[in-house]
Nanobody, 121 residues
Framework: QVQLVESGGGLVQPGGSLRLSCAAS????????MGWYRQAPGKQRELVAI???????ANADSVKGRFAISRDNAKNTVTLQMDSLKPEDTAVYYC???????????????WGQGTQVTVSS
């Protein structure tokens, strides 16, 4: 059994910052890519940022220069630092990890439960 647990969402004013964290636990053999996605009301889920297990990261154009993704492979965690937040960043944010669990011999997608981020004055 593998779980992803997120923390750190909330309400923030435009221009403010938030930090999201996600911890993977369970019967994990290897974690490959980890990332953050978001889904705003009435819109499709979209990729925000992704990071490989060697630390190569990429961000969506809409968040470049404002958001930074990082991970701690020893702790199986991924973090999204969000600065200069805008109202259009309002969404439910989901952690994603591509994990090979013990006994499966293949990579599967795992998702966190989602955390609400609201940017409003």
């Amino acid at each position: 059994q593998v779980q992803l647990v997120e923390s750190g969402g909330g309400l923030v004013q435009p221009g403010g910052s938030l930090r999201l964290s996600c911890a993977a636990s369970g019967s994990i053999y290897r974690i490959n890519d980890m990332g953050w996605y978001r889904q705003a009301p009435g819109k499709q889920r979209e990729l925000v940022a992704i990071i490989t297990n060697s630390g190569n990261a990429a961000n969506a154009d809409s968040v470049k220069g404002r958001f930074a993704i990082s991970r701690d492979n020893a702790k199986n965690t991924v973090t999204l630092q969000m600065d200069s937040l805008k109202p259009e960043d309002t969404a439910v944010y989901y952690c994603n990890a591509k994990i090979v669990a013990y006994g499966t011999f293949r990579e599967n997608d795992y998702w966190g439960q989602g955390t609400q981020v609201t940017v409003s004055s």
